[in-house]
């Protein structure tokens, strides 16, 4: 047996919990455990927040003649989550009608999939040892003081596969999954 479901909602502060708490009651009726349940659950809740908040911006095209600027889409007060639940894994997808990712974040690989360990070296000086990080690392530093990407960063770290995308004209799309434990005794089983 599997589950699927897919919920339209307004890019508004409420609808956030609102698909938080649906996914929850989805996995803890299939008989999800708890701590996977709560990291899906934590990542919608930052993909349906950046959707939110960067979910409508786009202007749709005007009539021929015209600048093509002045007016929303006609879809930019809504987002869609679709949740996709089997004996193996959840998957989530959150898409949009906004202007979509920028291309470096849309094409970038989950965080955890490419960083390579850090390695400690000893200091020259015995009295100051330090630990540096290793000179391979797959992505640039993070600017920790940013305001924005800290919840896909979330995403990633939660998450076993993520997914940045644009559609072109529609808006951005985030899809995302993590293998599922089970329970004893729940309704869905690998």
Known sequence: ????????????????????????????????????????????????????EHGGDRKALGESGDSGYGHPAADSGQYRVTAYLDGEKCRIEVSDSGPGFPARRALRPAAHAVQQPQQPQQSQHPQHPQQSQSPQQALPPRDTEAESGRGLDLIQQLSDHVQFGNRPGHGAVVRFDKVLKWREGALLTA
């Open 1 to 52: 047996m599997s589950i699927w479901w897919s919920l339209h909602l307004r890019r508004e502060a409420a609808s956030v919990p609102l698909a938080r708490r649906f996914l929850l009651g989805t996995m803890e009726t299939a008989g999800v455990d708890p701590d996977i349940s709560f990291d899906l659950s934590v990542a919608l809740s930052e993909a349906c927040a950046n959707a939110v």
